[in-house]
């Protein structure tokens, strides 16, 4: 488990959600958009991290 990746990933999705949450209060999309792409690429982060851990505790186990 790579936890910069993580840490990184989870402020990334809270920079996101707070982009999101400016763009919807001033009425800017393009802030609301970036914001919520930020949080899905967050998102895949954690998956690839999951998916990660699960193939390395399979070759461990092995």
Not at 16 to 27: H, S, Y
């Amino acid at each position: 488990m790579n936890n910069d990746e993580r840490l990184k990933a989870t402020a990334k999705n809270i920079e996101g959600k707070v982009q999101e949450a400016f763009g919807e209060l001033t009425g800017d999309q393009r802030q609301r958009i970036e914001g919520k792409a930020k949080q899905i690429e967050a998102s895949a982060t954690h998956a690839k991290e999951d998916i990660k851990d699960v193939v390395k505790e399979s070759i461990d186990e092995a």
